[in-house]
């Protein structure tokens, strides 16, 4: 069995690009918008562009997920924007959960709904959900998210562990601004919650080049911090995302990295990801993607849509350029899903 080929997955042609990677996840963006102002991706609110097509109709999005589970893809995120902005957010989970293939459903969000629906979208299938926090300092928080709803997020938080969700992780962004910020509270937070705190070097996109040259902080100030402190190295699980996990005997929960800068962090790469208007992207930073919606008409075009997501394959690129400064054709993280 291939390494990313979990038990009971769909024997059909499996995707594998030019380096012999094999993909097992899909991170599909339900929508590019979003009701926070997050400064390093959002700093002026979500403005709708002219002249864009609609985003995905869940009718598309089913026979998308469809196509790409009979290639073997077995994970499946959905992402934004904020993704629960969509009225029908629920009933899209719920029917992607359905699809033969499709074993595991993650969702990240900035949890404003998520105390008031954890329970309802646990039912509807989500396994696993990853909630934006980058700081428990409430001012600092309402400074960097234009909301000051710290306490509501942090609740949702909780109600997401007390629905019993596989896994519940935090996504904090490495700035500088909060380098040492909060550290202490961060610690406390873990401390009693079966949870994984993950900090994500801040990525460099085409909107946000000042401020990310301002805020940039590399993720080995956070690895040694932890090593110095007796945090060690967690093995990577069957399909996980880039994140080291590091445990802690006295911690109930854990901390993790994502660290894109690092060396080799593309050489394992096991996702794709899908916009919410139908653009099948190979890797975060590269071209504008290839349009996949015209084949998304129909049940009958899945053979068709199936030939053009193999044939892309070979174009996915070893690993992305931000080291050389190049973000490829992302104008902000929220366009296509992180």
């Known amino acids: 069995m291939a390494l990313f080929d979990p038990p009971g997955s769909l024997q059909g042609e499996r995707l594998e690009d030019g380096f012999g990677r094999r993909f097992s996840y899909l991170r599909l963006s339900l929508t590019d918008r979003c009701n926070f102002r997050c400064t390093y991706c959002l700093p002026n609110g979500f403005v709708k562009q002219q002249g864009l097509p609609s985003e995905l109709s869940s009718e598309e999005i089913y026979r998308a997920v469809a196509a790409f589970a009979r290639l073997g893809l077995w994970k499946l995120r959905l992402t934004g924007g904020e993704p629960t902005v969509r009225h ?37 299938g989500v396994d696993a959900v990853n909630v934006s926090i980058d700081t428990l300092d409430p001012k600092a928080f309402a400074s960097l998210t234009g909301h000051d709803r710290l306490a509501d997020v942090v609740a949702g938080v909780d109600a997401a562990l007390e629905a019993g969700f596989d896994t519940v992780k935090v996504n904090s962004v490495l700035l500088r601004d909060l380098e040492r910020s909060g550290w202490d509270d961060i ?31 590399p993720g080995e100030i956070v690895r040694d911090r932890l090593l110095a402190a007796g945090w060690e190295p967690q093995s990577r699980e069957i399909g996980a995302g880039p994140a080291v996990d590091y445990a802690h005997p006295a911690y109930r929960g854990r901390i993790g990295l994502i660290a894109p800068y690092s ?23 590269g071209t504008e993607g290839l349009d996949l919606r015209e084949l998304l008409q129909r049940d009958d075009q899945q053979e068709e849509l199936i030939a053009r997501i193999v044939a892309a394959m070979p174009g996915k690129s070893r690993g992305h350029r931000l080291n050389e400064g190049d973000s490829g054709a992302t104008p902000h993280l929220a366009s296509i899903g992180g």
């Open 263 to 285: 060396p080799g962090f593309c050489e394992s790469c096991n996702r794709l990801r899908l916009s919410s208007r139908g653009r099948l992207h190979l890797c975060l930073f």
């Open 187 to 217: 610690l406390r937070f873990v401390e009693t919650r079966n949870l994984s705190w993950r900090f994500i070097e801040f990525m460099r996109t085409n909107d946000n080049t000042a401020f990310h040259e301002q805020q940039a902080t």
């Open 88 to 124: 029908d957010f629920t009933e899209i989970t719920r029917k992607l959960s359905e699809i033969e293939g499709i074993r595991r459903i993650a969702m990240t969000t900035n949890g404003y709904r998520l105390v008031q629906r954890a329970s309802e979208w646990r039912e509807a």
